[in-house]
């Protein structure tokens, strides 16, 4: 593999006028730089970008951790991510954690070193004390650590009240919703809290299951599924994410339930999964991509040295009417 020396011996120029070239760091003559150019072409030159990172003091790369990167919310935020990140000139490092505290740890740990310019936080298994003591730009998505540290979130209480309402205007009479471990600090909870409270408000039983991120896929839903609804058939409507939405409905269909006469579903996130069935679910939508460029925008502001405007950034839901209520 040819390093700087070789570079600079085929342009025949000193090594640190290619290491010029190479950072920007001053002006060398266009004449030069078209040699040096060619010569880099020729010799099939890659720079070092951890070493340029460092010289530049910038690794040109932001990491983001996330519960489980199977999740269809997060696969697509971190696409989203990606992209966007590409178009400022950094690359994303991905980082899942399988909502295990010890492996999250780890990442906190190898991101302390100097591999990473910022962070984008997608998970909270640790004290708050371990992010409030990180020393590197830091971006929370959907949990308040405190009034320092910038979250960024979809307004979860409207989606609960918007869902809760479809339900109701669907003649739903007994609801369950699905979520992960409840957290104090953890922003979208609202969104089961404020289902919660409206539907119990119109008189309608509610009843809500707590599972871990990394406890089921597709087939452990399923199989939850069809078990809940074997042992309480009143249930007549569900609210949860995508992925258990789909096997709702699935185990539903397959206990001889119509799908929305006996049966009514909400999906929350409204990811690419909600159009991969025969119908197309009725979902809360979070805007994804704009969750991504807020994240990433606030994300700036910190590298820049500046302190963000607000602490919290919220933003809108929206319903998106399918054909699983009525």
């Not at 119990?200 to 406890?215: F, L, Q, T």
């Not at 460029?293 to 919220?314: D, H, S, W």
Request: aromatic content about 6%; glycine content about 6%.
């Amino acid at each position: 593999m040819a390093s700087i020396r070789d570079v600079a011996k085929k342009a025949n120029v000193a090594a640190c006028t290619v290491s010029r070239v190479l950072n920007g760091t001053a002006y060398v003559a266009p004449e030069t730089k078209l040699k040096i150019e060619q010569a880099m072409k020729e010799l099939n030159y890659i720079p070092n970008e951890l070493a340029r990172g460092m010289f530049r003091q910038r690794a040109g790369i932001i990491a983001m951790l996330v519960p489980n990167i199977r999740h269809p919310f997060f696969s697509s935020l971190a696409d989203y991510m990606e992209k966007e990140l590409y178009e400022i000139g950094y690359k994303l490092m991905l980082c899942s954690t399988d909502d295990d505290l010890e492996r999250e740890q780890e990442y906190m740990n190898m991101l302390k070193s100097n591999i990473v310019d910022g962070v984008i936080m997608g998970v909270n298994s640790l004290d708050d004390s371990e992010y409030e003591s990180f020393q590197k730009p830091l971006v929370m998505l959907d949990y308040q650590v405190n009034q320092q540290i910038p979250v960024v979130a979809s307004n979860h209480g409207l989606g609960g009240r918007l869902a809760a309402k479809e339900l109701i205007a669907s003649g739903c009479k007994s609801v369950i919703h699905i979520c992960g471990e409840s957290k104090k600090k953890v922003l979208s909870f609202e969104c089961h809290e404020e289902l919660e409270r409206v539907l119990k408000e119109h008189g309608i039983a509610c009843k809500k299951v707590s599972v871990r991120w990394n406890d089921f896929d597709f087939e452990g839903y399923l199989n939850m599924a069809k078990t809940i609804l074997h042992e309480s058939p009143e249930i007549d409507g569900m609210m949860s994410a995508d992925m258990p939405c789909t096997a709702f409905l699935k185990a539903a269909v397959q206990l001889g339930k119509r799908i929305p006469e006996d049966f009514c579903a909400v999906s929350y996130d409204g990811t690419y999964v909600v159009n991969m069935n025969l119908i197309d679910i009725t979902t809360v939508r979070q805007p994804i991509k704009e969750i991504a460029k807020q994240a990433i925008a606030v994300l700036e502001t910190l590298l820049a040295g500046k302190t963000p405007k607000k602490n919290r950034y919220e933003l809108k839901v929206s319903l998106v009417k399918g054909d699983t209520t009525i």
